[in-house]
T-cell receptor, first 115, second 112 residues
Framework: NAGVTQTPKFRILKIGQSMTLQCAQDMNHNYMYWYRQDPGMGLKLIYYSVGAGITDKGEVPNGYNVSRSTTEDFPLRLELAAPSQTSVYFC??????????????FGDGTRLSIL | GDSVTQMEGPVTLSEEAFLTINCTYTATGYPSLFWYVQYPGEGLQLLLKATKADDKGSNKGFEATYRKETTSFHLEKGSVQVSDSAVYFCALSDSSGSRLTFGEGTQLTVNP
């Protein structure tokens, strides 16, 4: 069972470039999330989705966009990369069963450097 | 809004020592509480959870009890191993159940 798969694992971008971080889950989870983790810090929520066609902003959405056209996929788009977006990005998913008591399942992360 | 406060790290212990990592929270309603562990170069993995007051979550020798009167969910293990070296995150779900709020994480290093 693959769980949550993130691609790529590593990427270096130049300032002003754009890219899409891919996230796919095979657990039929309705809820999906994007976080960023800066060195020595906890996770900050960027965007989340409670189902296909529905997305909402988290704590730090500026500079990012998302879409959710299918249950399985939740890509994160950086339009104009800035050095402040250098971070490790984690995607997660959760079953909708039970309000709040289901854990989130995380991918292994995408390490992004912007130079 | 909701918040989670963890004891500051890093924490360094010798093998077989007793571990406590403190976690307190502020939330409305009745959140579920979680401990996640992150090994180097990996994503977060659920370690244990508790969904109501006085519940005790346990896994791999780790335990934490949901204390509503002190708004705490401290992580404990009686005898740590080198393989327990990782970053530990305390987290709570919001009142709608759709989002998690994480603490800053506590780096644990266990020396042989």
């Amino acid at each position: 069972n693959a769980g949550v798969t993130q691609t790529p694992k590593f990427r270096i971008l130049k300032i002003g470039q754009s890219m899409t971080l891919q996230c796919a889950q095979d657990m039929n989870h309705n809820y999906m999330y994007w976080y960023r983790q800066d060195p020595g810090m906890g996770l900050k929520l960027i965007y989340y989705s409670v189902g296909a066609g529905i997305t909402d902003k988290g704590e730090v959405p500026n500079g990012y966009n998302v879409s959710r056209s299918t249950t399985e996929d939740f890509p994160l788009r950086l339009e104009l990369a800035a050095p402040s977006q250098t971070s490790v990005y984690f995607c997660a998913s959760r079953s909708q069963q039970g309000v709040g008591n289901q854990p989130q399942h995380f991918g292994d992360g995408t390490r992004l450097s912007i130079l | 809004g909701d918040s989670v406060t963890q004891m500051e790290g890093p924490v360094t212990l010798s093998e077989e020592a007793f571990l406590t990592i403190n976690c307190t929270y502020t939330a409305t309603g009745y959140p579920s509480l979680f401990w996640y562990v992150q090994y180097p170069g990996e994503g977060l993995q659920l370690l244990l959870k508790a969904t109501k007051a006085d519940d005790k979550g346990s896994n791999k020798g780790f335990e934490a009890t949901y204390r509503k009167e002190t708004t705490s969910f401290h992580l404990e293990k009686g005898s740590v191993q080198v393989s327990d070296s990782a970053v530990y995150f305390c987290a709570l779900s919001d009142s709608s159940g759709s989002r998690l709020t994480f603490g800053e994480g506590t780096q644990l290093t266990v020396n042989p």
